[in-house]
């Protein structure tokens, strides 16, 4: 029964367009506990508080599975209305405030104070006039709770990120119903003794008898306030563990996954490489959300290359910047030669080729048949397929030429489709990506490039996907540098893998490295501090 | 068979079979109410001649996604400033017309690439802008065919002896240059202007044939997705200043094909509301904002000249009132309108 817990969610089970995202998750809260939720990205931990939360998102995409027992009721939250008014909670990761309010009119918003006045006597309590005096006493309750130094009359925005911070959780700590918090990295944006202040904060609030869930990448915190730890990946629920018994590295351990190290080190020989192909130095990318701030690194001729790392600490930023797609600085040199950066058309021209991780945005023409897609390139940067007339003054594009092309990669790949002239947006998103491979290799390149490959695409097609390139890795001796936010797939294909993070490379591994160690490098630990 | 019929109603679509149906009932009232069917197509297919070609220029600016052009008027002016230039010289038949063409494209790339130039500082809104950008040339061409020192008898008011009139005959130049070439006559009321339905081939063969060019290819990818095309080196404000060039050239070209069928120059205002009817012709024809064909072209001018051919004769004498301006500007706004609408779901 649901006896002393607040909060059971049981057997919760959630699809994107065939995506599963979570599978069977059960999880519960009792009042007053200080839950943490970690994982890596994509593990589910936002999916789960967004159904939670009762976000329209999940609505519109086909709702959940599984029950949600709040407070002695069965829910299902169809907004987010609904669930405040049941007594969840939610401070965002991103700042939901308005800029142009002070925080009394920000944290009071829609539950302000009112009197009466004669115009609402007439038209109804909408025209009621607002209780200034008694909204300020109510905030400054609500931050005198939180033990902080914050001027109730200041405009949000003239507000530091910190102060937004607690502006945020006033306003959740005001409704005098709120009975479970959830906290999506409340930290993330604060300064270490901010962070302090918030940590203290929660537990206050926990004291008082308020469930906290609490999502965080800074494992520490969550050793140090939490009574529970959750340990979420692929969508289920990898360890639930007491901070008392585990440490930062279990932690990390459960996080990217250890069943998979032994099965990745055992079919894969170590492979010699000598000759540098690529060599990067000191390379800056300005790409919004992937800053890149001063990488070098080395490539070999033949080998699988890794980039790894966190959402948002610049493992992407690093292909897209030596492709000329986003402005970048530094020296790339290839084959010995330097690379013109900023110059998209010199790059392919070069030998080098770019399956993005942006696939419907920049990888496909989806409005145009799969023979467009696949030749397209080729034909403008090569001239390949192409009939030249009146001495080359006419160049005409080989529709022929091109169908045998594509038909010859439809089989290779085994691209699900109606036939070279069906329009890429009618297939799925793994035959999409099939279709981006394509592209890339009918330049031939020396070179391949290949961000998220398996990003939105179900667990067969993935497979598929890795395997076509390490085969064509094995086959044609193209070297490879792949950029993936999932461990496991960089473990089972690479070579050698570069950790990165804040844009820097925080080091290098083989795929045979423990998985604590990369969860480290991750979080920006060095193996050094490994018992801190 | 329920399935077959949604089928065939789908790939014609619902607008081309129900202005079809309304065209081809207009023909079946015809000779009911005294409107004689041959002239009637005599008609249809001189209007098709006079003005494919203005809504074949809207083509490279669709396809390359900068829209339809709604500031066409711009190349309507570089052709007229063609076509008055080449009556000042004096020039007739075809040397007279092939002389304001060459002339009218000279302005048109200048036009176009200042036009281009600013279309690529707006984008995502080039409509609008481009709506502006039509009216407000309009209204400085009409100060400047005042001032521009033209000074052929046959052209400036006959008071003052300066400044060119309204309405410019081309009767004694280049009229009916192209109507006439291999004119074929069938029976007293149906002539076939061969040449300009040729010359209007002839173009429609240049449009298909670059499209399918190396840089053609590169204009439709810039279209279809234009971060796609960047990360394949191509120079995409570049493609699309190209594009607007084009238009721009072809509705200048546009322009002096209908002028030397209709027999008059039309300056000042005339160009002002220009944009609209070849727009709603080429929308009618099955186009969207980002996809065209070149059939499109072809089955919306026959069909929205038809409707405009039709409706004047037979409905005013069916209700002994003129609606036949009323009915165009339905038609006109109300496929833009139809759409623009259409984009919108498919964007969301």
């Given amino acids: 029964m649901s006896e002393g817990y607040l909060l059971k969610m049981e057997s919760?089970?959630?699809?994107?367009?065939?995506?599963?995202?979570?599978?069977?998750?059960?999880?519960?809260?009792?009042?007053?506990?200080?839950?943490?939720?970690?994982?890596?990205?994509?593990?589910?931990?936002?999916?789960?508080?967004?159904?939670?939360?009762?976000?329209?998102?999940?609505?519109?995409?086909?709702?959940?599975?599984?029950?949600?027992?709040?407070?002695?009721?069965?829910?299902?939250?169809?907004?987010?209305?609904?669930?405040?008014?049941?007594?969840?909670?939610?401070?965002?990761?991103?700042?939901?405030?308005?800029?142009?309010?002070?925080?009394?009119?920000?944290?009071?918003?829609?539950?302000?104070?009112?009197?009466?006045?004669?115009?609402?006597?007439?038209?109804?309590?909408?025209?009621?006039?607002?209780?200034?005096?008694?909204?300020?006493?109510?905030?400054?309750?609500?931050?005198?709770?939180?033990?902080?130094?914050?001027?109730?009359?200041?405009?949000?925005?003239?507000?530091?990120?910190?102060?937004?911070?607690?502006?945020?959780?006033?306003?959740?700590?005001?409704?005098?119903?709120?009975?479970?918090?959830?906290?999506?990295?409340?930290?993330?944006?604060?300064?270490?003794?901010?962070?302090?202040?918030?940590?203290?904060?929660?537990?206050?609030?926990?004291?008082?008898?308020?469930?906290?869930?609490?999502?965080?990448h800074r494992l520490q915190e969550i050793l140090d306030i939490c009574?529970?730890?959750?340990?979420?990946?692929?969508?289920?629920?990898?360890?639930?563990?007491?901070?008392?018994?585990?440490?930062?590295?279990?932690?990390?351990?459960?996080m990217v996954g250890r069943e998979l190290s032994e099965q990745v080190s055992g079919d894969k020989k170590a492979r010699k490489f000598k000759e540098t192909v690529l060599k990067v130095e000191d390379l800056w990318v300005d790409m919004p959300g992937e800053q890149v701030n001063g990488v070098s690194f080395e490539v070999k001729k033949g080998e699988i290359f890794g980039i790894g790392g966190l959402t948002g600490q610049g493992k992407l930023g690093i292909a897209n910047g030596i492709m000329g797609l986003y402005p970048s600085e530094g020296t790339v040199l290839f084959n010995g030669k330097e690379l013109e950066l900023n110059n998209p058309k010199n790059a392919l021209k070069n030998g080098l080729a770019f399956v993005s991780e942006d696939r419907r945005g920049l990888g496909l023409l989806l409005d145009q048949p799969l023979s467009w897609n696949v030749a397209f390139t080729v034909m403008q940067v090569k001239?390949?397929?192409?009939?030249?007339?009146?001495?080359?003054?006419?160049?005409?594009?080989?529709?022929?030429?091109?169908?045998?092309?594509t038909r010859e990669y439809i089989d290779k790949?085994?691209?699900?489709?109606?036939?070279?002239?069906?329009?890429v947006r009618e297939l799925s998103g793994g035959n999409q990506q099939k279709v981006c491979l394509a592209k890339a290799f009918a330049q031939n390149p020396e070179l391949l490039f290949v961000s998220e490959p398996t990003r939105g695409i179900d667990v067969g097609a993935k497979r598929l996907v890795l395997d076509t390139l390490r085969q064509y890795n094995e086959e044609y001796g193209v070297t490879i540098v792949i950029s993936s936010s999932e461990l496991e797939e960089l473990r089972a294909i690479s070579d050698r893998i570069a950790i990165v993070n804040e844009g820097q490379i925080a080091g290098i591994l083989p795929p045979s490295a423990k998985p604590a160690n990369f969860g480290l490098l991750m979080l920006g630990k060095s193996e050094l501090e490994e018992g801190a | 068979m329920k399935k077959k019929i949604r089928g065939i109603i789908s790939s014609i679509g619902v607008p081309r079979l129900l202005i079809g149906l309304f065209l081809i009932a207009l023909f079946v009232i015809a000779p009911f109410v005294d409107v004689r069917v041959d002239t009637s197509i005599n008609d249809v297919i001189a209007r098709f001649g006079m003005n494919a070609v203005l809504v074949l220029s809207l083509v490279p600016m669709i396809k390359s996604g900068c829209g339809l052009n709604f500031g066409l008027q711009l190349g309507v002016i570089a052709g007229l400033i063609g076509a008055v230039t080449s009556l000042e010289l004096k020039l007739t038949g075809f040397a007279g017309f092939f002389a304001a063409i060459g002339i009218a494209i000279f302005f048109a790339i200048i036009f176009g690439w200042l036009y281009g130039l600013l279309l690529n500082r707006v984008k995502g809104d080039e409509m609008v802008v481009a709506t502006y950008v039509g009216f407000s040339s309009v209204s400085f061409m009409s100060i400047m065919w005042l001032i521009l020192p033209y000074k052929s008898p046959d052209m400036v008011?006959?008071?003052?002896?300066?400044?060119?009139?309204?309405?410019?005959?081309?009767?004694?130049?280049?009229?009916?240059?192209?109507?006439?070439?291999?004119?074929?006559?069938?029976?007293?009321?149906?002539?076939?202007?061969?040449?300009?339905?040729?010359?209007?081939?002839?173009?429609?063969?240049?449009?298909?044939?670059?499209?399918?060019?190396?840089?053609?290819?590169?204009?439709?990818?810039?279209?279809?997705?234009?971060?796609?095309?960047?990360?394949?080196?191509?120079?995409?404000?570049?493609?699309?200043?190209?594009?607007?060039?084009?238009?721009?050239i072809f509705a200048a070209i546009g322009i002096i094909v209908y002028e030397q069928s209709f027999g008059f120059i039309q300056l000042y205002n005339a160009p002002l509301l220009m944009s609209f009817p070849a727009i709603a012709a080429l929308l009618l024809g099955g186009a969207s904002v980002t996809k065209v064909k070149i059939w499109n072209v072809v089955v919306g001018t026959l069909l929205f000249q038809g409707i405009l051919t039709m409706t004047p004769s037979v409905i005013n004498n069916i209700i002994k009132s003129d609606m036949s301006e009323t009915i165009r500007i339905i038609i006109s706004n109300g496929m833009i309108i139809y759409a623009l609408t259409r984009r919108m779901k498919v964007r969301s």
């Fill in chain 1, 12 to 216: 919760i089970s959630k699809d994107f367009y065939e995506n599963q995202v979570l599978q069977d998750v059960n999880l519960n809260v009792k009042a007053g506990e200080i839950v943490g939720l970690v994982g890596e990205n994509g593990a589910g931990k936002s999916t789960l508080m967004n159904i939670l939360f009762g976000e329209e998102t999940i609505h519109e995409t086909g709702g959940y599975r599984g029950t949600i027992m709040f407070d002695g009721k069965e829910r299902n939250f169809s907004t987010s209305f609904d669930a405040l008014e049941a007594g969840i909670g939610m401070v965002h990761q991103e700042f939901v405030l308005i800029p142009g309010f002070t925080a009394v009119e920000n944290i009071m918003l829609n539950r302000e104070i009112t009197k009466d006045n004669f115009v609402a006597e007439v038209f109804g309590d909408r025209m009621n006039t607002l209780d200034w005096e008694a909204m300020r006493k109510r905030t400054n309750k609500a931050i005198e709770t939180l033990e902080i130094n914050l001027n109730p009359n200041m405009l949000v925005k003239d507000m530091p990120v910190g102060h937004r911070q607690f502006t945020e959780i006033a306003r959740e700590i005001d409704r005098e119903s709120t009975k479970l918090l959830i906290l999506d990295e409340p930290t993330a944006v604060l300064a270490e003794s901010e962070a302090e202040i918030v940590l203290k904060v929660i537990k206050k609030l926990s004291q008082k008898g308020i469930a906290i869930l609490f999502i965080t």
């Fill in chain 1, 227 to 254: 009574d529970n730890i959750v340990v979420l990946r692929d969508g289920k629920i990898q360890k639930e563990l007491k901070p008392k018994e585990t440490s930062a590295k279990e932690i990390a351990e459960y």
């Fill in chain 1, 383 to 405: 001239e390949q397929f192409i009939q030249k007339h009146l001495g080359g003054l006419i160049k005409w594009r080989d529709d022929r030429a091109i169908a045998e092309l």
């Fill in chain 1, 413 to 423: 790949l085994d691209i699900k489709c109606v036939s070279e002239k069906q329009f």
């Fill in chain 2, 157 to 248: 008011w006959a008071y003052g002896g300066s400044g060119l009139r309204t309405t410019i005959s081309t009767e004694g130049y280049w009229f009916h240059v192209l109507n006439d070439f291999l004119k074929i006559e069938l029976g007293t009321h149906i002539t076939i202007p061969t040449g300009t339905l040729l010359f209007f081939g002839l173009l429609t063969f240049i449009i298909w044939a670059f499209f399918r060019t190396k840089s053609g290819t590169a204009m439709e990818a810039v279209g279809s997705n234009p971060e796609y095309a960047r990360s394949c080196g191509i120079n995409v404000d570049r493609v699309r200043i190209v594009s607007v060039i084009m238009s721009t």
